[in-house]
């Protein structure tokens, strides 16, 4: 395979010293190793090509290990590979040899699994890229950290009967601006695929959480969770999946990708909220059950 990911890093889990939580936190869309063989793949500046990214992110939730909880944090952008999507999401727009056999307005609009394009469109390459290309970031970036994933909340089960993952995003101010249903627009949306992810005791409990901190919150509305909400929770199993995206403009200067001036003000709001999610599943739980 042609190895355009030699200067690229894998994701990265961050381990508690002492596990004492049954919550996962994953990060998919942080990643920022653009990495020299990409960048010169794409016609894109090295500002624009980040318009996609979750940036920051994982600085924001800097230190939740501590609580007991751990995180897995994509390192590849998610200009290069999503994580976020199916891996027969392909975009026969981008790639060579895909027939366009699955309808969805993901592909369509060049978000798939390899995205075609990042926010407002902009395409990232001149030509298209080979099937063996695309085959090569999923095998080495999207199925490694789904099984890391996968492998972290089933040890979560196996210690607390039931486990928790949030998935953790950002989203555009633009996204929530625009929706004419909300008097202020919500500065946190909480998904649960509109309870087929998650126990809506569970994310019911997360928005009074954030609430509870001052946040504006809206429910499954405009972001109800996409493909690893769906594929990881397994409400049946007791494996719960809950996505949260926060407004970029609440941290980051959106065209500059740069942290502004409320950066350290939405941690200090954000972090207490995200240790009370980070005890709703927790030891005193699996005695209690025992």
């Known amino acids: 395979m042609n190895n355009v990911f030699t200067d690229i890093r894998q994701h990265t889990i961050v381990e508690p010293s002492t596990l004492t939580s049954g919550v996962v936190f994953a990060l998919p869309h942080s990643g920022r190793d653009y990495g020299v063989s990409f960048l010169n793949q794409s016609i894109l500046d090295k500002i624009s090509i980040r318009s996609s990214e979750d940036a920051f992110l994982d600085q924001l939730i800097d230190g939740i290990e501590k609580y007991g909880a751990p995180k897995i944090i994509a390192n590849a952008p998610r200009a290069f590979i999503d994580l976020n999507r199916s891996t027969d999401e392909l975009d026969p727009a981008l790639i060579s040899g895909i ?22 469109g902009k395409e990232i390459y001149r030509g298209k890229l080979s099937l063996e290309q695309a085959q090569s970031r999923i095998e080495y970036y999207w199925k490694p950290y789904h099984k ?48 087929m992810s998650s126990d809506p005791e569970f994310t019911n409990l997360i928005v009074s959480i954030l609430k509870q901190h001052g946040f504006r ?45 409320g950066f350290e003000k939405l941690k200090s709001q954000l972090f207490p909220a995200l240790i009370q999610i980070s005890s709703l599943i927790c030891k005193s739980d699996k005695i209690a059950a025992e």
Do not use: C, W
């Open 217 to 261: 919150v809206a429910k499954n509305t405009p972001f109800a969770g996409a493909f690893i909400t769906k594929h990881h929770g397994k409400i049946k199993d007791r494996t719960h999946a809950i996505q949260i995206e926060i407004d970029r403009s609440l941290y980051m200067d959106e065209e500059q990708i740069l942290p502004n001036s």
């Open 99 to 120: 027939k366009n056999n699955i309808r969805s307005p993901r592909i369509s609009s060049g978000l798939g699994v390899i995205p075609r394009v990042v926010s407002h």
């Open 148 to 195: 890391d994933l996968s492998n972290l909340l089933k040890r979560a089960q196996s210690i607390y009967s039931q486990s928790l993952l949030i998935d953790m995003h950002s989203m555009p101010h633009e996204a929530v601006s625009a929706q004419s249903s909300f008097i202020k627009a919500p500065e946190i949306v909480v998904g649960d695929r509109f309870g």
